[in-house]
């Protein structure tokens, strides 16, 4: 059984940083393409950032490019998403997504991925 846990969400201001974990039990975590998503009230599931496994390619949404970081410990199974100058419209839930193994290239589409946690709130006030 496949599981991540997403933590380190919260409420901050804008221009404030945050970092979210996604820790993952139940598969090899060091051969499989991860990445984070996004989902606002009222609006799509969106690719946020990725991470291939030996490749170590990353990919960015536009709108995130240049602010965040994602990275990942294999040693710990836990990926991570650094977030700076953070804005209002920032603001949703953060799911953290296993795809696809040994891929060389990051995914933006939901559907190939195939394990994600339950979601940590990010909440950022203007």
């Known amino acids: 059984q496949v599981q991540l846990v997403e933590s380190g969400g919260g409420l901050v201001q804008t221009g404030d940083s945050l970092r979210l974990s996604c820790t993952a039990s139940?598969?090899?975590?060091?051969?499989?393409?991860v990445a984070w998503f996004r989902q606002a009230p009222g609006k799509e599931r969106d690719f946020v950032a990725g991470?291939?496994?030996?490749?170590?390619?990353?990919g960015y949404a536009d709108s995130v490019k240049g602010r965040f970081t994602i990275s990942r410990d294999d040693a710990k199974n836990t990926m991570y998403l650094q977030m700076n100058s953070l804005k209002p419209e920032d603001t949703a839930v953060y799911y953290c997504?296993?795809?696809?193994?040994?891929?060389?290239?990051?995914?933006?589409?939901?559907?190939?991925?195939?394990?994600w946690g339950q979601g940590t709130q990010v909440t950022v006030s203007s």
């Open positions: 997504a296993t795809g696809g193994m040994f891929r060389t290239r990051v995914s933006y589409t939901m559907k190939d991925y195939d394990y």
């Open positions: 139940g598969r090899t975590f060091s051969r499989y393409l």
């Open positions: 991470i291939t496994s030996t490749a170590r390619t990353t």
